[in-house]
C-alpha cells in the first residue's frame, strides 16, 4: 500500500519527537573547512583526513593557505582552508565544488560561497557574525538573516559559545575555551559523517602532554561537537561513506613532501650510502627539512644553512665525500643554487635538487602552487650544463620518484632535478606501504684503485674515465691511497682530470657531458587509450596527473573517446615520445605555466600541440578540463 501524505507527515513527526536519526549511503563527499589562519583549519582537516583514512576510504586533499604570515583576523587575505575528497572507490582528485563548507567567520564565508553547488549544506558559526566582523568583508546586512544563503541548505550553529559552555568546568579563561571550537566542529562533522574520534583523541593527548588541561579541554570540545550531531534536531540525516575497494596491503595517509622525505631516507638505504641534506628553510619545502631532521637513525644528517647558495655548496661537498648529497627548497631558492649545481655537471658528482615549485615570479604567492619552473630545472645554468629531470604525478609518488632521482644521480653521477609543487607537497591521500627488500637496489662501488695502466707498466688513476655504457665517471672518495684527483670548476681534461684549455676537449667534454643525459635509460611512455581508435591525447605532467585522469574518465563514462598520457621523466625524454605525439591528429597539454611543456615540445616534434594553461595559483578542476576537452575532441 502506498503512504499517503497525512502518513508520511506523521512518520516526519515521531523521528522528530524521538530524534531518531535517518543514516544516509553515500559514494563520495567533498568537505571544504574554513576559517582564520589562527582557527586551526589545518589541523582540523588534518584530524578529519587522519580519521577517514582508517576507515579505509579513498581519499585526496587540498590545503590553502594565506600567503601573509599573520593576516588581520577576519579579513579576506587571512583565510584559510582545508578540501577534502573521500569516496568508496579510486578517486584522483580532492575534488572541483565542496558540497560541504564548514564556515567559521563571515571572511571564510564570503570567500569561499562562490564555489559552491546550489545545494551544498553550510555550516557556519553564528557568534562570529557580529556586526563589525561583516563590516570587515563588506556584508553591507547579514548573510545569515536575508536570501543571500537561500540556494544552500544552511544550518547557523553558535560553535563558539557552544565550545566555551562545554568548557565551563575547565579552569580556563573564555579566549582559551573559544580557541577549541574547530574541535567542537570536528566532532559535529565527524558525527554527521560517521567518522571515528579515537585517535583524534590520542592525538590530542600526546601534542599537548605537557598542558593536560588544555587537552582534557580540546577532547571535551570534540566530544561536544559530536553530542551535539546526535542530539540536535537540526541534523536529521546523516552519512556514512563506505570503505574504498584497494590493493591489499598496509597503508597510510601521506602528504607528498612527507613521502619525498621518506623517499630520500630509503635511497640512503638501498644505496648503502649516508644521507646529507643541506637546506634552507622556505615554503613550500621547509617540512622536508624537518622530516628528515627526525631520521639520524638512518644515517641521515640534515644542516640547516645560513643561506641557500651555503646550503647546495654543503650538499655537493658531501657528495664528493661520498654521501648521496640532496638540497631541498622552491623556485627563488633553487635560482641561488644555479651556479653551484652548474659545479656539480663539471664534477660529474651525484646531487639530488628537489625544487616544490610555488607561483612567481619573485616572492609570487608563496603558499600556492605553479608548475613555472620546468624551463628553469631544463635550462637555468650558465653553460652547457644538462642534468637529469623528473616529476612525481601525486602525493605518493613523490617517494618512488624521490627514489628513482637518487638511482639515477648515484649511477650516472649528475644532478638530477626533482619537480614536485605545492599542490603535491601539501596535498594527501592513501600511500601502500612497500617493503624495503621490494625496493630497487641502487648501491654503487667507489672506486678503490687505478684504473689505467701506463706503458711503462706503471698503474694510475684517471677521474675521467667513463663507463662506456653510462658515461659515467669513477667516483672516488677523497684520502683513497693511490686515488688523489683534482677538483674544481675550470674544464677538466678528458681522462686525467687535469685543468684543459684545449677547444677541441672542451667540445668534448661538452658533448660528452649531454650525451650521459640523453643516454638515461628511462621508460616509454605508456597511453591510456582504451578504444584504441581516439584521435586527441591529453599530455600532462607532474600534478595535472589527477584533475586530466578524473575528466578523461567522465569522458569516456559520456562515451567520449579521449586518450591520456604523462610525462614523468622531462629529461631525457621518453625515447617513444615523438611516435606517440605523431599518432594523434591532436595533442593537448594542460600545464600551470603558460605553455613550458608545449613549447619544448613544438620545438623537437611535428605533432599538433595544443596548449592549455592557467597561472591562478590553484590546480585545474576536472569539471574545467572534462568542459575543454570535450570542445577539442568535438573540433577535431
Not at 194 to 201: A, L, Q, V, W, Y
Not at 269 to 274: E, F, G, S, W, Y
Not at 475 to 492: D, M, N, S
Request: charged share 20%; glycine share 8%; with cysteine.
Amino acid at each position: 500500500m502506498a503512504e499517503t501524505p497525512f502518513r508520511q507527515t506523521a512518520d516526519r513527526l515521531l523521528e522528530s519527537a524521538l530524534h531518531v536519526n535517518t543514516v544516509r549511503q553515500l559514494e563520495r563527499v567533498v568537505i571544504r573547512f574554513a576559517g582564520d589562519s589562527g582557527d586551526g583549519m589545518q589541523l582540523t582537516g588534518d584530524r578529519f583526513t587522519a580519521e577517514t583514512a582508517k576507515l579505509g576510504n579513498d581519499l585526496s586533499t587540498l590545503p590553502n593557505f594565506p600567503a601573509e604570515i599573520r593576516a588581520p583576523a577576519g579579513t579576506l587575505p587571512g583565510v584559510s582552508s582545508f578540501q577534502i575528497q573521500f569516496a568508496d572507490s579510486d578517486i584522483l582528485t580532492p575534488g572541483d565544488e565542496p558540497g560541504v563548507l564548514v564556515a567559521m567567520n563571515p571572511a571564510a564565508l564570503k570567500a569561499n560561497l562562490s564555489d559552491l553547488p546550489r545545494g551544498a549544506t553550510i555550516v557556519v558559526n553564528s557568534d562570529e557574525f557580529s556586526r563589525r566582523n561583516l563590516k570587515k568583508v563588506n556584508y553591507e546586512a547579514n548573510p545569515l538573516e536575508d536570501d543571500t544563503l537561500e540556494a544552500y541548505q544552511v544550518h547557523a550553529v553558535p560553535l563558539t559559545s557552544l565550545t566555551i559552555e562545554a568548557l565551563s568546568q575547565f579552569d580556563i579563561g573564555k579566549n582559551e575555551a573559544a580557541r577549541a571550537k574547530n574541535m567542537f566542529a570536528l566532532g559535529l562533522v565527524s558525527w554527521l559523517y560517521s567518522r571515528p574520534t579515537e585517535s583524534t583523541i590520542e592525538f590530542i593527548n600526546t601534542k599537548f602532554a605537557k598542558r593536560p588541561e588544555i587537552a582534557q579541554a580540546n577532547v571535551a570540545a570534540l566530544r561536544a561537537g559530536h553530542a551535539y550531531g546526535e542530539t540536535t534536531e537540526a541534523f536529521a540525516v546523516r552519512y556514512e561513506v563506505p570503505p574504498a575497494s584497494l590493493a591489499p596491503g598496509v597503508y597510510r595517509n601521506i602528504t607528498g613532501n612527507l613521502a619525498l622525505a621518506y623517499g630520500i631516507v630509503a635511497s640512503g638505504v638501498r644505496a648503502k650510502l649516508p644521507v646529507f641534506l643541506g637546506a634552507y628553510p622556505i615554503t613550500p619545502a621547509s617540512d622536508i627539512l624537518h622530516e628528515l631532521s627526525k631520521h639520524k637513525s638512518f644515517g641521515v644528517t640534515t644542516f640547516q644553512a645560513e643561506d641557500e647558495i651555503a646550503a647546495v655548496g654543503a650538499a655537493l661537498g658531501a657528495s664528493y665525500g661520498g654521501s648521496l648529497g640532496v638540497t631541498t627548497s622552491s623556485g627563488p631558492g633553487i635560482a641561488l643554487k644555479s651556479e653551484t649545481i652548474s659545479l656539480a655537471v663539471s664534477l660529474e658528482l651525484p646531487l639530488l635538487v628537489v625544487d616544490v615549485q610555488r607561483a612567481g615570479p619573485s616572492t609570487g604567492l608563496p603558499t600556492k602552487t605553479e608548475q613555472a619552473d620546468l624551463m628553469m630545472a631544463l635550462h637555468g645554468r650558465h653553460g652547457e650544463a644538462p642534468v637529469a629531470v623528473i616529476a612525481p604525478k601525486s602525493p605518493s609518488d613523490c617517494f618512488h620518484a624521490a627514489l628513482e632521482a637518487s638511482a639515477i644521480a648515484l649511477k650516472y653521477r649528475t644532478p638530477v632535478m626533482l619537480l614536485s609543487d605545492g599542490y603535491l607537497a601539501n596535498g594527501s591521500e592513501p600511500w601502500a606501504i612497500p617493503e624495503v627488500t621490494e625496493l630497487p637496489d641502487i648501491s654503487v662501488d667507489f672506486a678503490t684503485q687505478a684504473n689505467e695502466v701506463a706503458e711503462d707498466g706503471t698503474e694510475k688513476f684517471l677521474p675521467y674515465k667513463r663507463d662506456p655504457q653510462t658515461l659515467a665517471r669513477p667516483w672516488a672518495v677523497p684520502g683513497t691511497p693511490g686515488l688523489q684527483h683534482r677538483i674544481g670548476g675550470l674544464e677538466k681534461k678528458d681522462g686525467t682530470g687535469d685543468i684543459s684549455y684545449d677547444p677541441a676537449n672542451h667540445d668534448y667534454m661538452v658533448r660528452t657531458r649531454q650525451a650521459k643525459i640523453d643516454g638515461i635509460d628511462v621508460p616509454d611512455l605508456e597511453v591510456e587509450d582504451p578504444d584504441g581508435d581516439s584521435r586527441v591525447l591529453v599530455l600532462g605532467w607532474g600534478s595535472t596527473w589527477g584533475p586530466i585522469g578524473a575528466a578523461c574518465r567522465a569522458l569516456r563514462n559520456r562515451g567520449v573517446q579521449i586518450a591520456q598520457a604523462h610525462v614523468r621523466n622531462l629529461s631525457p625524454l621518453p625515447a617513444n615520445l615523438g611516435e606517440v605525439l605523431a599518432a594523434y591528429d591532436e595533442v593537448v597539454v594542460p600545464e600551470m605555466n603558460l605553455g613550458q611543456l608545449s613549447s619544448l615540445l613544438k620545438s623537437k616534434f611535428t605533432a599538433n600541440i595544443t596548449p592549455h594553461n592557467q597561472v591562478r595559483g590553484l590546480p585545474f578542476t576536472a569539471q574545467e578540463l572534462e568542459t575543454t576537452l570535450e570542445e577539442v575532441v568535438k573540433n577535431v
